[in-house]
Each structure stands twice: as structure tokens, then as C-alpha cells.
């Protein structure tokens, strides 16, 4: 209809009298189209309203309009003018979230721009933004015990920016995230700590035991196939080699020391501690009911230890110093299942058929964290976080088979989501060890 207008104008302007009144009419219509062309007039009415919030500054209004325009107008002729605009848009958009120092809105509204419509040339600018962005949000996370997210944006920082200011820092994030080890049936498998790369390291091993720095595992070969118990072996993930440490057939749960250069395991005669040379350094007091060891405090030289009383009853949780002398901690009524010593010593998670509990070693208190029946899971084997901020354990749901990796904070509880290519998750075993601690093994 705009159209006709200016047609049937310029043709009233030739027809009429005199070169001065046409040459008028014909720059009026010309000033007519200039600004029909200028302001978009002959877009549709949202778009024209799109653009008026871009020119108002108002990104966000403006992509969501933009956005409904094409899904309601999929064939639309001019579906590639408004994605331009788009990408024009989501970029701004991005910039003015920095401005506001909103990075987790400021990433996502990037990532529109480097996923969604890539062909624009606003997509050099969005990469060059992203990376103090996704520093940002992952630093953050990963304060807040939020490993998940503090993966996803570091290994993307590394993976898609290779070159960015922020990439030590995001390789030093990664570490602090981390590797988790569980078993899936007989054999021990390893993962990212946000759950990818799932994959199976050791056949044949139980109860895998990171070190501090994530290179090695300790773990049990049993010498029968329904045997929970047996030699202490130690893994070498740079170099895959196997290492006898203890050539036994009832050593269990093994721990590896803070340091990194000792192992211990419970066995019939009391806990025994090895060299990672395979030298044998001491052996704790017999114990009639052995159980399993939780942990390795640094100084002075102690574990966490987990007994029944000899006559039954509750388990007692004791602190054994390596020179022998034992010290109690605490007693609890509830049915234990596992436990698990923060790295920095200050506490140990506890599961039990009512949920999963936190033992203060300063006060020794246990603190009830997660109740079963308010979140209808199971809570089996326990590990702490390497910054000793989050608990994961193996939560069972409605059914036999639904065995699943959990996190729990402060703030949160929510699953940690794995999945192989080609093939289904890997089900965690709720009675065996599971560990975590420093490395990004998997990582691209």
C-alpha cells in the first residue's frame, strides 16, 4: 500500500504544471521514501517495534520480539534481515550485562550470538568478550560448590579460547574441580567431576582411592569374585602400571595420606600403613569387628577410624594416632554405611539408613544433613570435594537399579548427570568407595 502511494505521487508530480512544482513534489516524495526506508516503515509491526527498543536500548525486550516474530513466521521473506538484527541485538545485549557485571546472563546471551547465528560478523566480537565472562561465572561456581557449572564454563574457556588472558586460570579451575572415581560392578571407572568422559580405568578393583593430586589410585584386587576384601594395589594413571603394595588377601577401604606417599587399609589385625614404595611402616591395635577407615589427617599424623563395639551396639568413631593411642570421637545410634574425611580434616560425612550426616571433629558434633524420607533417596557411599565444600554420594531412588552420583551443598542437591556415547550411564555400585580429588584427566 506504501508502495502504491509513492507511485501514484510521482506520477501526480510529472503530470502537473511548471519543472518547479515537479522538481518540489519529487524531492518530498524522495524525502518520503528516504525516511520510509530509515525507520523501516515497511517492516512488519513487530519488527518495527524490535527496532525501536534497539534504539531505545532495550536488548532484552528486544530479542524476545524478535524471536517470536520468527517462530510465528518461519517462511517470512525477510527472516534473514530481522536474524541480522538479531545477532546485532544479542551482542549489545551481551556488552550491556558486562556493563552490569551480570556475567552468567552475559555468557548466555553471547552464546546466542556464537551458536545461533554464527554467520554474522558479530561473532569475532562476542568470542573476544566471552572469556573474562566465562572466568567469571566459573570462579564464582566454584566458590559456591556449584562444580557442575564451574566445569562446563572452564573447559569451554579452554576448549573455545585458546589463547584468552584467562585460560591458566581456568586450567587452575579445573584442577580444583577435579575427578571422581566409583566402581560399576568389579571394575573402577573415573570421570570429570561434572560427569563427563565417563570410562572405565581398572577391571578386576575395588574401592578406588584418589591421591591429592589425582595421578594415582589405591585400590583392592579381591582373590575370589564375590570377595570384598583382598591385596592392596596401587594405579598409576600416567603409565597404567600396577603396583603390589600389600600382597594380602583381607585388606579393605584403603586411604592414601595427605602427602601422597602412604596408604593405609583395614585389615583382621587393625589398620596396617604402607609406603607407596611398598614398604611396610606400621600396624594399628588389633580389632575384633574391623570396619573401615574414613580418612588421613594431616597433623598430627592420625586416621579416622570406624569400629564396632566388640560386643555390638553402635559404631564408635575413633581418631587412631599412628604411634597406637586412640582417642574417641563419637558414637552414633544410626545404622553407618560409609564415611568419608574432608581434605582439610575439619569434618567427615556420614551416611546411614536415615539420610547423610557431617561429624565436626572440633566439636564433635554430628549434624543431620539430608533426612531420607523428606528427599526419598538412599544415601550409601560418601566423598567429599576437594575444597571440602560439597559432599557426593550414591543415592538410591524408587527401584533396585536406580543408583545415582548426588551433590549436595548448603545451597543445593541435584544429580550428577553422565553418559557414554553409544551407551547407557554407568550405575554406580552403592557399596564400594567412591573418591574425589584434583585433576582434569579427560579434559580436551
Partial sequence: MIISVIVEGLLSAYQAKGCKMRARSTLVLLSIVMMILLTGCGDP???RNMKTLMRTHKWEKATSVGQQYLEANPQSKIKDKVRKELAKCYLEYGKALIGERNFADAVVALEKVTTDYKEFPQVEEAMKELPRCRADV????????NFIEAANQYSKLVEQHPTAGQVEEARSGLLSVGVITFNVGPDIWMANANGTRPKKIIENALDGYLSPEGGRIAFI???TPDADHGALILFDLATSQETVLLDVDNAKRPVISTAGDEVAVMTPDGFKIVGIDGTAKET??????YNLLAGWLTDPAQLLVFHKKDKGGSPL??????????????????GLRDAYL??????AALSHEDGLSMLRLSTKDVIDLVSTPNIHLEVHSVAFSTDSRTIMFVGKGK???DYRLYFYNKLDLKPLEMTVDGGAAPVPDPNRTISWSKGWTFAS
Avoid at 284 to 289: D, I, Q, R
Avoid at 317 to 334: I, M, S
Avoid at 342 to 347: I, L, M, R, T
Fill in 399 to 401: 527401584t533396585d537399579s
Fill in 342 to 347: 574432608a581434605p582439610d580434616g575439619k569434618a
Fill in 138 to 145: 566459573g570462579r564464582k561456581a566454584l566458590v559456591g560448590g
Fill in 221 to 223: 584386587r579381591p582373590k
Fill in 45 to 47: 509491526p513487530e519488527i
Fill in 284 to 289: 594399628g591395635k588389633k580389632a575384633s569387628n
Fill in 317 to 334: 568413631l575413633l581418631l587412631e594416632r599412628t604411634a597406637g593411642k586412640t582417642e574417641a570421637v563419637a558414637e552414633t545410634e544410626k
